[in-house]
T-cell receptor, first 110, second 117 residues
Framework: DAKTTQPPSMDCAEGRAANLPCNHS???????VYWYRQIHSQGPQYIIH???NNETNEMASLIITEDRKSSTLILPHATLRDTAVYYC???????????FGQGTRLTINP | DSGVTQTPKHLITATGQRVTLRCSPR?????VYWYQQSLDQGLQFLIQ???????AKGNILERFSAQQFPDLHSELNLSSLELGDSALYFC????????????????FGEGSWLTVV
C-alpha cells in the first residue's frame, strides 16, 4: 500500500470549513484514498473514499488532484464534535488490511 | 453505533495472566479484523479472519492468538500478559476480506481497554 503523509495537527474555528491535506505521491492506479476518523479513543469511523473523481457525502467532501498524488478532506461546517484524529489511507483491491498512519489531530475551536 | 460489538469494554488483569476478548461482527459481515492501539504506537493490525479462516497476519505476538467461530464471532486470546500489552484492542468487520475493495467499508467496534498491572 502507498504511504501517506499528513500534518500532525491542525486547528479550525467552529462553523468554518476544515481542509485536511494528505500526500500520497506513490499511489498506484488501482488504489483508492480512504478517510477515517477516531474521536477520543472510540473506534475509527469511515468518512469517505475516492479513486480519482471528487466525492461528497453527508459527512464530507474529498478532493483528489488530477495526478492523484494528493487529496484534501473537507468538512464544510466544522462543529466541536468534529474534533478527532483523521486518517488518510491508501489501499488497493488486493489489500488484506488497512494501514493506519499517525493521522492529523484536528481541533475545532469555539 | 457501528454494529460491531466488543466485550468486555474494560479489563484489568495482572502480569502473567490470560484474557479473552470477544467480538461480534455486523450482521452479514464475514470478515473480522483485530487491531491494537497503545499510547506510543498507532493502530496496529494484528490479524484478519474470513468466514472462519485466517486470511492475513500482522504484528501479532506469539503469545496472542485468535479464532473465528461458525457463528462468525471472534475471540482474541492474550496470554502471559506483560505490562506492555496494556492497550485498546479494536475489532472491525466487513463483508469481504478485501478492505480496499469498493463498497467493502470496514466498521470498527468501540474497543476493549486492557490494563495489565
Amino acid at each position: 500500500d502507498a504511504k501517506t503523509t499528513q500534518p500532525p495537527s491542525m486547528d479550525c474555528a467552529e462553523g468554518r470549513a476544515a481542509n485536511l491535506p494528505c500526500n500520497h505521491s506513490t499511489i498506484s492506479g488501482n488504489e483508492y484514498v480512504y478517510w477515517y476518523r477516531q474521536i477520543h479513543s472510540q473506534g475509527p469511523q469511515y468518512i469517505i473514499h475516492g479513486l480519482k473523481n471528487n466525492e461528497t457525502n453527508e459527512m464530507a467532501s474529498l478532493i483528489i488532484t488530477e495526478d492523484r498524488k494528493s487529496s484534501t478532506l473537507i468538512l464544510p461546517h466544522a462543529t466541536l464534535r468534529d474534533t478527532a484524529v483523521y486518517y488518510c489511507i491508501v489501499s488497493g483491491q488486493g489489500a488484506q488490511k488497512l494501514v493506519f498512519g499517525q493521522g492529523t489531530r484536528l481541533t475545532i475551536n469555539p | 453505533d457501528s454494529g460491531v460489538t466488543q466485550t468486555p469494554k474494560h479489563l484489568i488483569t495482572a502480569t502473567g495472566q490470560r484474557v479473552t476478548l470477544r467480538c461480534s461482527p455486523r450482521s452479514g459481515d464475514l470478515s473480522v479484523y483485530w487491531y491494537q492501539q497503545s499510547l506510543d504506537q498507532g493502530l496496529q493490525f494484528l490479524i484478519q479472519y474470513y468466514n472462519g479462516e485466517e486470511r492475513a497476519k500482522g504484528n501479532i505476538l506469539e503469545r496472542f492468538s485468535a479464532q473465528q467461530f461458525p457463528d462468525l464471532h471472534s475471540e482474541l486470546n492474550l496470554s502471559s500478559l506483560e505490562l506492555g500489552d496494556s492497550a485498546l484492542y479494536f475489532c472491525a468487520s466487513s463483508v469481504t476480506p478485501a478492505p480496499g475493495a469498493v463498497g467493502n467499508t470496514i466498521y470498527f467496534g468501540e474497543g476493549s481497554w486492557l490494563t495489565v498491572v
